[in-house]
């Protein structure tokens, strides 16, 4: 099978030596993520080594007891990122190579959809990452698509490509979030809709009127094209927002033994490996949970319509 592309690892090289600045223009970054030709492999982003403390504050508005204890982490060696949420027109590609059924489109039960007349989400036999029950191009990212999918898009790119690709660990996933920041997001809290799709004004009409909605409207009452908000620090997109993200990790209702090393935690202490730690919140989130900490574990053959993921590499 023919490799798709080594342009990108060129690319990789070059950003390992400005990661971390401030970013003041972002658009020549989107339009990589934004590019039709779907034989193309995803546009990575080399993430430096260092340190950082995971998990939130216990004075962190609305955290969750699973985001205990803050904990300081030191990923020793450097690893690369998907710059945008995998897009429904690079599924669409592994697809068409290989002939693959989602478990939404196996198992009976579908995919999980926000139902706007009920303002409640609901199982919904017949969607699928084809058609999600929202409006979506090849350049939204793909949903409706389980943690099992995901695996077995990973194991095609790495075919491929001949690089191992993966799904990035849980530590890895929030440190390439914060991007140094320390605070509950990497944007202000006045700038949502500048950073992030998430419930604002435009949701009015799809959600109970007591939901806490930002003041702004950022335009997409569902999931927006990849990029379509700005970069973090480290010039990732939608890292908060827009839908959810698949991780490694199996899930841990807390962080005690947690590894310190940023590698996947998987069974050991525990660990629920039915259930795969889900970051980032979605464009059906209140403002106050669109935050660098939040996780929760989602069955690892659910499917749902603000969920979907990006994918990490070894350097």
Same mark, same amino acid.
């Given at each position: 099978m023919k490799p798709l592309l080594k342009l990108h690892t060129i690319? +990789?090289?070059?950003?390992? +030596?400005n990661n971390g600045l401030a970013l003041a223009d972002t658009s020549p970054l989107a339009a990589s993520c934004q590019q039709t030709d779907n034989t193309l492999a995803p546009t990575m982003v080399a993430i430096h080594p260092g340190s950082f403390l995971m998990g939130s504050p216990k004075d962190e508005q609305v955290r969750d007891t699973d985001e205990s204890p803050q904990h300081s982490v030191t990923l020793p060696r450097p690893f690369a990122i998907s710059r945008c949420e995998i897009t429904v027109g690079q599924f669409r590609q592994?697809?068409?190579?290989?002939?693959?059924?989602?478990?939404?489109?196996t198992t009976g039960k579908g995919c999980y959809s926000w139902d706007a007349a009920q303002k409640k989400w609901q199982p919904n036999a017949?969607? %699928?990452?084809?058609?999600?029950?929202? @409006?979506?191009?090849? +350049?939204?990212?793909?949903?409706?698509?389980?943690?099992?999918?995901?695996q077995q898009f990973l194991d095609w790119l790495s075919q491929r490509t001949g690089v191992a690709y993966?799904?990035?660990?849980?530590?890895?996933?929030?440190?390439?979030? $914060?991007? =140094?920041t320390q605070t509950p997001r990497y944007f202000a809290d006045s700038e949502q809709c500048r950073y992030a799709n998430g419930l604002g004004q435009e949701a009015k009409a799809i959600v109970d009127k007591n939901w806490t909605l930002a003041s702004c409207d950022d =335009?997409?009452?569902?999931?927006? /094209?990849?990029? @379509?908000f700005a970069a973090n620090p480290f010039g990732l997109f939608d890292m908060l927002g827009n839908v959810y993200e698949w991780t490694l990790d199996c899930y841990h209702d807390n962080y005690n033994n947690a590894p310190?090393?940023? @590698?996947?935690?998987?069974?050991?202490?525990?660990g629920e490996c039915g259930r $795969?730690?889900?970051?980032? =919140?979605?464009?059906?989130?209140? /403002?106050?949970?669109l935050r %660098?900490?939040?996780?929760?574990? =989602?069955? %690892?053959?659910?499917?749902? %319509?603000?969920l979907g993921f990006r994918v990490a590499r070894a350097l």
């Open positions: 690319a +990789l090289i070059a950003l390992l +030596l592994f697809v068409q190579d290989t002939a693959y059924k989602t478990t939404a489109e017949g969607n %699928s990452w084809q058609a999600p029950g929202v @409006s979506q191009t090849d +350049l939204h990212p793909v949903v409706c698509v389980s943690w099992q999918d995901a993966r799904l990035p660990t849980e530590a890895e996933w929030e440190y390439a979030a $914060r991007a =140094g =335009g997409f009452v569902y999931t927006a /094209p990849v990029a @379509s310190n090393d940023g @590698s996947a935690w998987l069974a050991a202490n525990s $795969r730690v889900v970051r980032g =919140g979605s464009w059906n989130y209140n /403002p106050q949970f %660098s900490a939040i996780r929760y574990g =989602g069955n %690892s053959d659910d499917a749902n %319509s603000s």
